[in-house]
């Protein structure tokens, strides 16, 4: 009888220590995706900061030349002061997502008429400084575009193993809430017309 309760005790031990590791392992990887997204919404910020510091160069190259489009100026201004109180110290939720892409889409439209400006001043367009502005403003827009997919992809990463059997628990047992996506701002599944 002792040897039958030994033997019991050893099966529920290996069983609670199998259980154990299963936990650990789950719980090990999502703690590993999830600083994975941390970090892709960390280089995120990096590049959106760098277009929101090259901003005020733009404006005041253009302002020389261009001195009385000031609503346009002004747009600019308070598109790019929207985009810089957006400070999160984490991943954003759903609902932050939307406010960071929102003001974030308030200014790719203030320097797009910005540059309807620009096309006005053919003397500002030959100044190397505009180029120079221009060409790392057009740079930062690639990597902006470079880092949301790779944010998109890590959280993708993120979302699947957590939506997994029996990670799916450990996540909702430990507070892993699942991790938004970038998405296209509304009407840009319409091509822009180009008028001439």
Known sequence: MKGILLGCAAVVAVVVLVLGLA????YNSLVKLDENVKSKW???ENVYQRRADLVPNLVETVKGAAAFEKDTFTA???ARAKVGQMN?????NQQQMQQFQSAQDGLSSALSRLMVVVERYPDLKATQNFRDLQVQLEGTENRIAVERKRFNDAAQEFNT???R?????IASLFGFAE?????AAPGSEKAPQVKF
């Open 23 to 26: 936990v650990a392992g789950s």
């Open 42 to 44: 960390g280089q995120v």
């Open 76 to 78: 600019v201004t308070e």
């Open 88 to 92: 999160f110290k984490t991943v954003p």
């Open 161 to 163: 193993a957590r939506r």
């Open 165 to 169: 059997f029996p990670t799916v628990f």
């Open 179 to 183: 991790k938004p996506y970038f998405q």
